[in-house]
């Protein structure tokens, strides 16, 4: 597993990805969306698994949920699993923030 390479500093992540805002992610020919609270970044598909809903557009609640804004399914932000609604778990994936950037680890 190589890790996608965002950014050339932590600084540039900070500054690449609002706090508690969802940001679009190409890497390669996968979408995700990313969203960082303070220097915790989350790394997920910018897709929801139940009808592909864009997350990018998701509102995110106190109990670390990911709300779909279609259907309202809730998914935990860290795990993927799903708290509220009937669907597959959302792909989340590692991430690390570091002195040369954001390293996302794709399968």
Do not use: W
Request: aromatic fraction near 8%; proline fraction near 7%.
């Amino acid at each position: 597993m190589h890790p996608f390479h965002f950014g050339s500093s932590k600084e540039d992540v900070l500054q690449a990805i609002p706090e508690r805002k969802i940001k679009k992610l190409v890497a390669g020919k996968k979408l995700l969306a990313v969203l960082r609270i303070g220097e915790l970044i989350h790394v997920f598909d910018a897709q929801c698994p139940h009808r592909g809903a864009d997350l990018t557009q998701a509102n995110i609640n106190r109990a670390g949920e990911i709300i779909c804004p279609l259907h309202h399914y809730r998914f935990d932000m860290t795990t993927g699993d799903v708290r509220s609604g009937y669907c597959p778990p959302l792909a989340v994936y590692r991430s690390e923030l570091k002195d040369n950037g954001l390293h996302i680890y794709l399968p």
